[in-house]
């Protein structure tokens, strides 16, 4: 392409070209558009209406630098640091996860149960502050409290609570470690998607995931993969108020050990639920 001949139909042409081998057509399809609508603000339609459009070099330098990036197989998000979730958009940056699909149907699910009250709510291992951000919004007046282990993590999580206007405390603390709680309260819900995949199921990984998600928010040692879920379980029971509910997203190799680890810790009317992909994904817990 040379400099003032590209216009917006062969700009997005060349993406879909140049990441074709690593992302299939409909994949390739999405992130020619997330990236056109992150560096012009067009949607779908517009880049269909302004195919003939001429852009700028500036703009087709930009997508090279994005594209190269692709190849070495960094995730779009990553690259643009922002994502969606649940309808909420989310600055991001390598120190937190990505934000995935069955977290949404995991807060679906809270927000199904809860959709009438105003619970106190505690979220472990916020990352990115997805899942508190989206329980603050929907719960509305809920008062909502995150941890995480990373300092960079809590840093990146208030920043888009403060850029969603929402209230929420947040704070370190590691799960596993012995250090007093640092919130005073009774929490309705618990909510957490801990590191779960063990480090033999790295080998099995995408390369997007294993070179750039942090490791510590992601795997598990393989002789000990319910060691959160058994602190979070102890933790429970010491933090929930009478009545209150966990709910965890889980390892599908590991669903019915979660269920019978919670039962085993005298936690009632314990669910185990699919994900859209039929997957066991997720587990609800709920003490006297």
């Known amino acids: ?53 001429r852009v700028s070099e500036d703009i087709f330098q930009q997508t090279r630098e994005i594209v190269n990036q692709l190849i070495e197989n960094k995730p779009i998000q990553y690259i643009l640091g922002q994502t969606e979730f649940y309808g909420i958009k989310l600055s991001l940056n390598s120190h937190v996860l990505i934000p995935r699909q069955e977290t949404e149907e995991l807060v679906e699910w809270v927000i199904k149960d809860h959709i009438n009250n105003q619970p106190a709510v505690l979220d472990i291992g916020t990352g990115s502050g997805c899942i508190a951000i989206a329980l603050a919004k929907k719960l509305s007046g809920s008062a909502v409290h995150s941890v995480d282990i990373s300092g960079q993590a809590i840093d990146l999580a208030s920043e888009n609570a403060r850029q969603n206007q929402v209230n929420i405390r947040f704070a370190v603390y590691d799960i596993l470690g012995n250090k007093p709680f640092p919130f005073d309260l009774k929490y309705s819900i618990i909510v957490s998607n801990p590191p779960y995949v063990t480090l033999s199921e790295k080998k099995f990984m995408k390369k997007n995931v294993t070179g750039y998600e942090p490791h510590l928010a992601l795997y598990v040692n393989d002789h000990d993969p319910l060691v959160f879920y058994r602190k979070i379980a102890a933790f429970g029971l010491e933090h929930l108020a009478p009545g209150g509910c966990l709910y965890l997203e889980v390892n599908e190799r590991f669903g019915e050990e979660v269920v019978k680890l919670f039962k085993d810790n005298g936690y009632q009317y314990v669910i185990i639920k699919k994900d859209i992909n039929g997957k066991d994904r997720m587990v609800k817990a709920t003490i006297r």
């Open 1 to 53: 392409m040379k400099k003032h001949t590209v216009t917006l139909a062969s700009l997005t042409g060349f993406i879909r070209d140049s990441i074709k081998e690593i992302y299939p057509g409909p994949e390739a399809n999405q992130l020619a558009y997330l990236i056109v609508n992150h560096l012009l603000s067009y949607s779908k339609i517009d880049i269909h209406l302004k195919a003939d459009e």
